[in-house]
């Protein structure tokens, strides 16, 4: 059964229905917002939190939802909101895990694991979230702008200053005149 069909039976009230939906988007989101908050067993609560939102919210929410990106856009606010809250924001890294061949590679791995990590947490939240949401969730640039509750325009331009902002401070986090204007927020809303 498709999102659609299971969409429509848990907006009606079949709870079986959106028992669905939930163990077919659980882990996903559960580890996007494990790559957001850094912390397994707090994602573990923002996840259960989010599927409890969805639920409440399931039943005013229009006839053509795409509900895949409306669930990742409840769980990077409810991970917002709470970075937001406690004022900490931890990121783990992007890179997943691989078998290696020798010592060597796994030290080049670590080493770029650590650093693309570093990078992501010197970027303002918003673009991490962008960055993570397409190139690690694999989201569509249609579904990352709902998921952000964003325009399509305003997702190419936040992912380009995001990648941007990236590149600067991935290449060099102390010199880079471009990540740390990124950084601060001044080159405007995006």
Known sequence: ?????????????????????FERYHAPVLNYLHRMV???????????????????ALGNTRPDLA????LYRIATNTAISYLRRKKLIRWVPILGTQDYASNESIERSVGRRH???TALKQLPTHYAAVLILRHYEGLSLAETADALGISENAAKLRL??????????????????????MIDGSEGAG
């Open 1 to 21: 059964m498709d999102d659609a069909d299971l969409v429509a039976r848990a907006r009606d009230g079949d709870t079986v229905a959106f028992e669905r939906l």
């Open 38 to 56: 850094g912390d397994r067993a707090l994602a573990e609560d923002l996840a259960q939190d989010s599927f409890v939102k969805a639920y409440r």
């Open 67 to 70: 509900f895949k990106a409306w």
């Open 115 to 117: 650093d693309v990590e």
């Open 160 to 181: 380009f200053r995001a990648r941007k902002a990236f590149a600067g401070v991935y290449a060099d986090p102390a010199d880079s005149a471009v990540g740390n204007s």
